[in-house]
């Protein structure tokens, strides 16, 4: 399989913490820069997050810094998003990426692989 797949969301009230988890096969992983999207309803996609492949580059959105943060175990060919301090504007549809970058890009557009998105809904 060459789109990730991710794992993790759910329902959490505000103020909770959520870890989201994003596996793809070696061939789309090995390398990759990997990113964190998310989408809510009526509102375009949005960056959250990126790493590096080996792990040194990580970027945040200003909306999520201090409160996420992302990983990755290559051995394991998995990127992970921890998040806490959930907040009701947290709620949307989680998405795991890969670039065509090997620098993390804030830009959608330089992703390629796509996963289908898991949901994370946070209550108020």
């Known amino acids: 399989q060459v789109q990730p797949v991710e794992s993790g969301g759910g329902l959490v009230q505000a103020g909770g913490s959520l870890r989201l988890s994003c596996a793809a096969s070696?061939?789309?992983?090995?390398?990759?820069?990997m990113g964190w999207f998310r989408q809510a309803p009526g509102k375009e996609r949005e960056f959250v997050a990126a790493?590096?492949?080996?792990?040194?580059?990580?970027y945040y959105a200003d909306s999520v810094k201090g409160r996420f943060t992302m990983s990755r175990d290559n051995a394991k060919n998995t990127v992970y998003l921890q998040m806490n301090s959930l907040k009701p504007e947290d709620t949307a549809t989680y998405y795991c990426?890969?670039?065509?970058?090997?620098?993390?890009?804030?830009?959608?557009?330089?992703?390629?692989?796509w996963g289908q998105g898991t949901q994370v809904t946070v209550s108020s």
């Open positions: 790493i590096s492949w080996n792990g040194n580059q990580i």
């Open positions: 990426a890969r670039s065509v970058y090997s620098n993390p890009r804030r830009d959608h557009t330089t992703y390629d692989y």
């Open positions: 070696g061939r789309t992983f090995f390398g990759a820069t």
